[in-house]
């Protein structure tokens, strides 16, 4: 089956740090790879994704590579701020198998001080 | 604007009681999810739904149970049998078919029995 692993966590980095979060996975199929980042007391939202193999998703400076051969999709930043501290998720969904369904990692919390 | 609701935002329950939790869609989604999250841990499916009138078990259904009589609703009701009910539920949705399924989520209902 499906499977995710993220790098183990807390995270702890001073402001203006450059982040790697790990994240490989385990996939029957062509997987979407996501990240996904989750604020203190709310929902989760869509942070970057990749569709295909080599493609690089990017937003808010965050950047991910979708690497077939080493079936990684490591999260990076670099250079973060106090408001990036939140808990992030990577994510798959294989478009055949699981019609719609995601597999998440058990996330990372990231701390950013001052 | 297109979203997912969930209310309340936070709900508390006598132990022996049942409890629903609301989640509605509009973004004309067939698949919605209800997720449980305990402090510091990921995310654990409960049930999922990909069409309407139709929902199957997650990985703990066990004291929980659903339904999906349109598609823009899935309630979730937590019933005296579920042991440990005290957590951070989490709605979902996404399309089906072919495309990415990026998973979009509701803000959560922190339910605390006691």
């Known amino acids: 089956g499906n499977s995710v692993t993220q790098m183990e966590g807390p995270v702890t980095l001073s402001e203006e740090a450059f982040l790697t979060i790990n994240c490989t996975y385990t996939?029957?199929?062509?997987?979407?790879l996501f990240w996904y980042v989750q604020y203190p007391g709310e929902g989760l939202q869509l942070l970057l994704k990749?569709?295909?193999?080599?493609d690089k998703g990017s937003n808010k400076g965050f950047e991910a590579t979708y690497r077939k051969e080493t079936t990684s999709f490591h999260l990076e930043k670099g250079s973060v701020q106090v408001s990036d501290s939140a808990v992030y998720f990577c994510?798959?969904?294989?478009?055949?198998?699981?019609?719609?369904?995601?597999?998440f990692g058990d996330g990372t919390t990231l701390t950013v001080k001052p | 604007d297109g979203g997912i609701t969930q209310s309340p935002k936070y709900l508390f329950r006598k132990e022996g009681q049942n409890v629903t939790l609301s989640c509605e869609q509009n973004?004309?989604?067939?698949?919605m999810y209800w997720y449980r999250q305990d402090p510091g841990q990921g995310l654990r499916l409960i049930y999922y739904?990909?069409?309407?009138?139709?929902?199957q078990k997650g990985d703990i259904a066990e004291g929980y149970s659903v339904s999906r009589e349109k598609k823009e609703s899935f309630p979730l009701t937590v019933t005296s049998a579920q042991k440990n009910p005290t957590a951070f539920y989490l709605c979902?949705?996404?399309?089906?078919?072919?495309?990415?399924?990026?998973?979009?989520f509701g803000p959560g209902t922190r339910l605390t029995v006691t």
């Open positions: 979902a949705s996404s399309s089906t078919g072919t495309g990415d399924h990026e998973q979009y």
């Open positions: 996939a029957t199929g062509y997987p979407s």
């Open positions: 990749a569709t295909k193999a080599d």
């Open positions: 994510a798959l969904s294989d478009v055949w198998a699981n019609a719609g369904k995601s597999t």
């Open positions: 973004l004309n989604h067939d698949a």
């Open positions: 739904s990909q069409i309407v009138n139709d929902f």
